[in-house]
Nanobody
Framework: QVRLVESGGGLVQAGDSLRLSCTAS????????VGWFRQAPGKDREFVAT????????HYADSVKGRFTISRDNTKNMMYLQMNRLKPEDTAHYYC?????????????????WGQGTQVTVSS
């Protein structure tokens, strides 16, 4: 069992930066793929970024590519999402996830563990 807890959300202005953190407890998640998703009110959950467990490759949604960076520190059981040049359309509840998915499964949310999320609000 892995428990995930997000932190770092808040209210920022367009163009600002924010870093989300996700702390994992329980079994180490170093052997898992990890990902970030977001959900805005009235919209479906949306893939943001992932790091695959097999080769450490990172993948991003087109909407955040070049602005967001996903990373992990397995020694601390932590993962991060650095968000730069934030836009109002980035406003959403952000969730971290971990699991043994690969490829397409990681993009559509086939993770075993999810956090409760943290709110990010970007004002214009």
């Amino acid at each position: 069992q892995v428990r995930l807890v997000e932190s770092g959300g808040g209210l920022v202005q367009a163009g600002d930066s924010l870093r989300l953190s996700c702390t994992a407890s329980g079994r180490t998640f170093s052997s898992y793929s990890v990902g970030w998703f977001r959900q805005a009110p009235g919209k479906d959950r949306e893939f943001v970024a992932t790091i695959l467990w097999n080769d450490g490759s990172t993948h991003y949604a087109d909407s955040v590519k070049g602005r967001f960076t996903i990373s992990r520190d397995n020694t601390k059981n932590m993962m991060y999402l650095q968000m730069n040049r934030l836009k109002p359309e980035d406003t959403a509840h952000y969730y971290c996830a971990a699991g043994d998915c690969l490829g397409y499964g990681c993009y559509v949310g086939e993770y075993d563990y999810w956090g409760q999320g943290t709110q990010v609000t970007v004002s214009s």
